[in-house]
Structures are given as C-alpha cells and as structure tokens.
C-alpha cells in the first residue's frame, strides 16, 4: 500500500528524533572545519511572524547544507528580550514585564521547534537573564575603567503628566502617546561610549569585510561619515577669535558672513544683549534636533551683531545666528560661502548679504544665476591662489594659514558618541552607584549581578526603579556612605552587540567568554534584515574590536559574510500588525505542514528580494511536496528499488546518460546554489524540473534501477535543507542507515556531465575536407579551434591567411582561406 503524505506526523517524528539524538547540539572539534552560522535573534513579541520564518529558513538551509559538507556547524538561538513592548504590554495588561516576555518566549519556541530548524538549543540564552547581562555589566566596567564610558548632559523628550522620559517613538505628534500632554525637552545626564576613538578602524576595516553587501558596507561608511578639512580662525578681536569647520578651504575668498549655531557661546552671549537674538535662539530651542528634519526646514538666521576678521583679505565679516548650524558637529560655525554652497546661497538671498564669486569651471566661467555653483573647479577673485584647482588650492591654503597660526586640517566624523543610557525599566540596570561624596563608581565586580527586579507594577508613570529603595538605596563601594544607584538601564543595543560571542560559551559562569569563542568566532554567515544594516552591525563590531582590545578574543571582526533578506510583502505593503495584513505562520504550519511553508518562503523570490505572499503559490509549494513524496514512495514500492551496487557506466544507453546528466548537473547547480550564491528559488526550481524527469523515467534494466535510486537519493538529499522532515522520512524510508542530516552531501560525477559528441562536416572553401568529433552544442570558439588543429584541415590551410569561418552549430564549419 501506498503511503499518503501526512505532514502532521513525519513533522513530528523528526523533531522527535532530531530532540532525542541530539542532533545540532556541537561542540569544538579541532579536526573538524568550524562553521558559525547565525541568524539575528528575534524580539519576544509573543508570535513569529513570516519575517522570522523567511530569515530562519535561509538559515537552516545554509546550516543543514554546511553541515552535509562535513563542517562543525554551530546554529543558536536566542532572545532579545529587553524592550519597551514589553513595559506596553505591562501597562496595557497589568502583567509584569519579565512574566510576559518568559510567557512569549515560550510559545515562540515551540513555534521555532515545530518549523524544524536545527538549532543547538543547549546554547539558548535571553538577553534579560541575570547570567546574561552580569557580563555587559562587568564589561560596562571594565571600559569605565579604561576611560572608554563617560557621563554628560543631554536633552530628551519629557513626559509631564507621567514624569517619564519618551522614546522618540513615543512622541505622536509632538505630545505622549500615552498622556497627551506637550512634550518638553529636559536636559538629564547620560552615559555614552566612546565609540568615535574607534571611527577610523571601524571605517578602514569596512573595506575587508568581503563578504558583505555593497549597500551596507556603503551606509556603514556614510554613517561614520570620515570628512577631512580645515579649522579656520577668524579674529573677533586682539584677544579672542571664532573657529569655524570647512572641507572647501579653497572657496575661503568668498566668505561673506559666518554663520554659528544657537547654543554657540557667541549666540547666547548676544541673546544676552539684543532681544530679537534672544528671541531667535529661544525659538531653535523648541525646534526638532534629528538631522533629517534639519535638512528640510525652513532656513532662518538673525544677525548676531558681531563680527568677525577674514584671516587673509582682512575684511570685516559680519556672523550670523542660523538654525541649520548643528553644534554638535566641527565647531558648530561655518564659513559661509553663498556663491558655492547652496544653503548658504539661499540664504544670503533671504537676507541680503553680499554674494562673491571664487571659483570658476575649466572655461573659467561661473553661473550663479539660479544657484549656487557647487563643483569643484578653479579659484578666481583669490589673490595670490588664483588658476589653482581643489587639490592645490586646499594645501596652499592650508599651508598659508598654518603659517600664520590661523588654521589646520582636521579630520571630523558624523559619526557621535553612543548614548547608551535609557531611563526605562525593563533593560539591563547599569552598574553604576553615586555617591555624595565620591561620584558616579561602579558597583564592585563582586556584587555583579546588579539584579532588575521582576516583579513590578507598571503603571507609565515614572520608572518603577525610582519608586523601589530596596533596590537603588545602596552604599558606595568606595566610601561606604548611604548612596543611590542609577535606575537608567542600558540601551537594548547594547545587548545584541556581543550576544553573537556569549553563545559559544554560554555555560561560562566565571568569565564573559573563553578559549570557546576564539574557536567559533567570527560568525561565518550572519544573516538578518536590512533594518540592522546600521547600528546594530556597527555596535557588533565596535563590541567586537573592545573585546579584542580588552584581550577576551581575537577576532577584529564578527561577521564574515552578511546576507541581508528582503521583506515579506502582501499585496505589495509590508506584512506588519500595524497594517492589519499579516498572515500567521502558526495557520499555515497547521494547514500545510512546516515544510511546505518553508518550501514556499524559499521558493518564492531570491532571499535578498521582497517575497510577495501568494496563497495559490503555498498551494504550489504544497503540491511539489506531494508529488515528490509520491515520487520517492512508489519507487520504494516498485521492484526496481532494489539496490543495485554498481553499474559500468560506459555501457549505458542515451537515455541513461542523459537521466545521469540530468541528475548531476542538477546537484552541482544546488551545490553551487545553496553554498555560493544563496540563491535558493533556482535550486528548487532545478530540483522541481528533476522531479518532473524521473516521474517520466521508467527503466526496468539494472542500470535503470541503479540511475533511478542514484537520481532520487541525491533529491532527498539536495532537498533536505529546505524540507529537513519529509526528507528525514524518505530518507529512512530508501533505506538510509544513518539520518539523512547526518549524512554527507553527494559528489557530482563529473563524468555524467560530459555531453555527448557530435560529428561536424569541416569544409576549407566549401569543399569537405574531414568530419570532426566535439561535445553536442559546442561554442563555435571551440569549433574552431578543434577544426585548425586537425591534421586534414590543416593540410589546405596551413600557411594560407584565414579570411572568414562559419560554424553552423552541431552540422558544419566553413573556413575560407585565401589561395
Ligand atoms: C565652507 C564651504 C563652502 C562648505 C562650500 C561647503 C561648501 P562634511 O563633509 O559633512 O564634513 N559645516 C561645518 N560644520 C557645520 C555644522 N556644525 N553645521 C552645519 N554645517 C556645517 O561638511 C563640512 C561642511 O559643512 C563644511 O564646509 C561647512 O561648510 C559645513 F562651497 O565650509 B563648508
Ligand atoms: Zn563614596
């Protein structure tokens, strides 16, 4: 009898089987290649979503497809469990937030398990769990120690209804989203990292990370943002002068004004005399700080009153107060050259401030007309630098006014200091005590973990911390005097920046990591979305080159090779709750089985693609399933399964050869496939299209039997990755004697690649001179050259000038030599 193919079931017995032996569970074997492979870890948000499901099932396939080839492959997973949904969830349920998020990671593992993906779940960990985040605290320290951490003031957005700072995601529409109420701004202090001492090999090293893509690596480079320019001195008077940032020192002529942030010393001292400037500057204060919206507001400026000496024309230059100068950049001043930057030009339009051309392109002409001309090009109306280009011009200014005291190059990064700092409840507490008398000291190492305690009410206003003595009344560790701890948590990005080496030795009770992760690090595939492009991947390396700097491992990087999947689409919008669009895994998975949604979210659309949901093409997937089952099964049924041990393959007739064919140059394409281009849709639709072949392919011979078991034992195999639990059921059911995870990924036979010859007339000026053997569909290049090397052509074209050949492909080769 026939089996039917029974999801439910053969799903089920193979977790069961992979759970009882252990079957991903690793550990390090020096003789063996180690192969780390991880996918980000999820959020706890109560459910997986197709997002998760298509970034886990590309890594699985890779796992299960490295792991085929003999490597040592590691694959964990773990939990992000940090966050504000949980403090939502809190407020919204009345539950607390370590209670819901244990809850969803439990459910969400279950879902994880029953989609087959093989993790070593002996290596789980939650980033909210006391043995987790003891290690980033005694790290917090260890960098504290070394001057890497340090605290400063910073404005964020106050809630004054529930005395709580917001997230910027928090702010709708200026007010909170929970009170309603006006935001404010409040200036609080806040740890940062000193991730600028690490801009330059954070940028160099962006160059070596082959294996990532060309979009990431490139905003990884704009992020940190390396510009190279001048510090520029202008006189305010004998005494004192202004400091601006430039990267065209070569436009310097042309400056017309100055223009300085509002929280510039200069600024606030004239708001301090002139209330119109004050006015101004208690404007800015209200308006929004993120760059982006910087960029597109409305340009405004008020004149200061000062002003300032040109360092080299000696002109009177008057400075400005403008809301688009960012203090946090260069020196918070800028030059302005309105002739050649188009912010300055549009505003010196506004407010009528001169306009002085000084640089012109390669014809010596300039149009400012319309707007500024911003190229690069040659300096006119530049005294003695007049007729040079960019690059002279900025080494002779510089050189001139280094000469003179009154400036030199400086090299900026866009890049900030990270302020890890949260003032939230659910995060990991930062290990921190003040002290009245001593300041801001780390707890001592011994009394690591700084515990967060679980069980709280959350009610939104304020941070639960704040309102529990049991936990920030402490004394300082240094003086012993009654002193508070801080209640501010860590940024979660702090978390999932080295989470990546904590699973190589999470048992390590007495370290942050051990020889373990000098083992398995880097990752050798990571893969996640293209939202983590940023920060999450610049953090990781950061945290990675602290490690190593610290002499905890020695890797300088973590990821070798980065793929990035594209999103999960329905009806063309992202599948998001907010939405109201999404579909849930856990309907599919019962409706069709996990295989078949995994089949289907690796078939739909190459990995780094948007994937568009399609139900007929679930449908599909399933359907493929069936019939491949049907495939295997009845040929286990037939009597030509018998296994034949060995056939001489140069006896074999075409259609043999070409069934052979077929199945070889299938495998090396999903070899070729899954391991080099991760292109895993064409590796399916190969597999697919060999199927359709052998369930046409009846062949009673012995050697019919042997290609038939050959073809299908090689498609279990190949398929296994994408569909681990019928093919751990067909495996067994062929006969296998080991589960097929365990065995080894098959070896293309070259020798059934070889395409068969074809006999070719050769003709020299059109008369038959020999018939000549090459491969069927050989390229004419080939042709060609195997026409001249034979001895009968060579007969009537040797020494002659060959004119012209004409190869009519498989039939005839034509070359015309002159007589
Ligand atoms: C004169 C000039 C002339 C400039 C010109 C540009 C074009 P990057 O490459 O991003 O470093 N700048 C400097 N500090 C600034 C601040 N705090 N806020 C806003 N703008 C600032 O850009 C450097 C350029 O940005 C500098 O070069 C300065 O304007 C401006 F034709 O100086 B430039
Ligand atoms: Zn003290």
Redesign the pocket.
Same mark, same amino acid.
């Given at each position: 009898m026939q089996q039917e193919y029974n999801a439910k079931k053969i799903e089920r017995e193979a977790q069961n089987y992979w759970e009882k032996n252990n079957s991903f569970v690793v550990t390090e074997d020096e003789t063996k290649e180690k192969y780390y492979c991880l996918s980000m870890l999820p959020y706890p948000s109560g459910r997986l979503h197709m997002g998760h499901v298509r970034n886990y099932s590309i890594g699985d396939v890779i796992s299960r497809y490295q792991k085929m080839l003999g490597k040592n492959v590691m694959q964990p997973i773990g939990w992000d469990a940090f966050g504000l949904p949980a403090e939502n969830a809190a407020i919204k349920n009345e539950v607390p937030p370590a209670g819901w998020t244990y809850e969803n990671i439990s459910h969400m593992k279950h879902q994880l398990i029953e989609l087959g993906f093989g993790y070593d779940w002996s290596r789980e960990l939650a980033t909210c769990h006391p043995e987790y985040y003891r290690w980033e605290q005694w790290f917090f320290i260890k960098l504290f120690e070394k001057g890497l951490v340090y605290k400063k003031k910073a404005v964020v957005n106050w809630d004054p209804i529930d005395h709580t700072v917001l997230a910027n995601e928090q702010v709708v529409d200026g007010c909170g989203w929970r009170s309603g109420a006006p935001v404010e701004k409040k200036e609080i202090s806040q740890w940062y990292m000193k991730i600028t001492d690490y801009a330059d090999e954070l940028l160099a090293d962006i160059q070596k990370l082959d294996g990532w893509p060309d979009a990431v690596k490139m905003m990884q480079t704009n992020w940190i943002?390396k510009?190279v320019?001048l510090d520029i001195e202008f006189k305010l008077n004998n005494a004192n002068s202004i400091t =601006?940032?430039?990267?065209?020192p070569d436009?310097l002529y042309? =400056?017309t004004y100055l223009?300085i942030?509002a929280e510039h010393p200069l600024a606030i001292e004239s708001g301090k005399k002139d209330k119109q400037v004050q006015k101004f500057l208690d404007e800015c204060k209200k308006m929004e700080t993120a760059e982006a919206a910087i960029e597109t507001m409305e340009k405004k400026g008020v004149d200061s009153g000062l002003t300032c000496i040109h360092p080299l024309t000696g002109e009177k230059t008057p400075i400005w107060i403008a809301n688009?100068?960012?203090?946090?950049?260069?020196?918070?001043?800028?030059?302005?050259?309105p002739?050649?930057?188009q912010?300055?030009y549009e505003f010196a339009n506004k407010y009528n401030i001169p306009i002085k051309e000084v640089?012109a392109d390669s014809n010596g002409l300039v149009d400012i007309s319309e707007e500024?001309f =911003?190229e690069k090009g040659i300096l006119i109306n530049s005294g003695e630098f007049c007729g040079l280009d960019f690059g002279v011009a900025f080494k002779a200014i510089s050189q001139k006014l280094s000469s003179l005291k009154m400036g030199e190059e400086k090299t900026?990064y866009?890049l900030r200091d990270w302020g890890i700092s949260r003032q939230r409840y659910w995060g990991c507490p930062i290990p921190i005590i003040n002290c009245p008398s001593c300041g801001a000291i780390p707890e001592s190492l011994e009394n690591l973990p700084v515990r967060l305690p679980e069980n709280v009410a959350i009610d939104g206003v304020g941070s639960p911390l704040k309102k529990m003595p049991g936990f920030y009344k402490t004394p300082c560790p240094k003086c012993g005097i009654d002193s508070e701890r801080e209640t501010d948590t860590f940024d979660t990005f702090f978390e999932s920046s080295w989470y990546f080496a904590r699973y190589t030795c999470v048992d390590q009770k007495d370290a942050i990591l051990d020889e373990r992760a000098n083992y398995w690090l880097p990752v050798d595939q990571y893969i996640g979305g293209i939202e983590h492009a940023i920060l999450h991947l610049l953090y990781s390396r950061f945290f990675t080159k602290l490690l190593r700097d610290e002499g905890i491992v020695k890797t300088n990087e973590p990821f070798t090779n980065l793929l990035t999947q594209g999103m999960v689409l329905k009806d063309g919008a992202k599948m998001s709750k907010s939405k109201g669009n999404t579909v849930d895994p856990e309907e599919m998975i019962s409706k069709y089985g996990a295989d078949t949604a995994r089949l289907f979210i690796l078939f739909a659309a190459p990995p780094t693609q948007d994937l568009e949901w399609s139900d007929t093409g679930i449908e599909g997937s399933h359907r493929f399933i069936n019939k491949f089952f049907r495939l295997v099964s009845s040929f286990v049924e037939s009597k030509n399964s018998v296994v034949v041990s060995k056939i001489d393959t140069s006896k074999l007739t075409e259609e043999q050869k070409t069934i052979r064919q077929k199945t070889h140059l299938a495998l090396q394409k999903v070899g070729d496939d899954f391991g080099r281009r991760h292109s895993f849709n064409t590796a399916i639709a190969a597999m697919m299209e060999l199927n359709n072949t052998l369930s046409k392919y009846n062949d009673d011979s012995r050697e019919g039997a042997f290609i038939k078991r050959e073809a299908i034992e090689i498609m279990v195999k190949c398929l296994s990755p994408v569909m681990p639990h019928v093919c751990h059921h067909l495996w067994f059911l062929l006969g296998g004697k080991e589960a097929v995870v365990n065995s080894s990924w098959p070896i293309v036979d070259d020798s059934a690649l070889v395409q068969e010859n074809v006999q070719l007339i050769a003709q020299v000026n059109g008369k038959l001179r020999a018939k000549i053997e090459v491969p069927l569909d050989s390229e004419n290049k080939l042709v060609e050259e195997a026409a001249l090397s034979d001895e009968r052509v060579l007969k009537f074209t040797e020494g002659k000038a060959i004119i012209k050949v004409i190869v009519v492909p498989n039939r005839l080769i034509n070359i015309v030599v002159k007589d």
């Open positions: 943002g510009s320019g =601006v940032y430039t990267t065209r436009t042309g =400056v223009a942030a688009f100068v960012l203090m946090g950049y260069g020196t918070g001043a800028v030059m302005s050259v002739a050649h930057d912010r300055d640089i500024a =911003v900026n866009r």
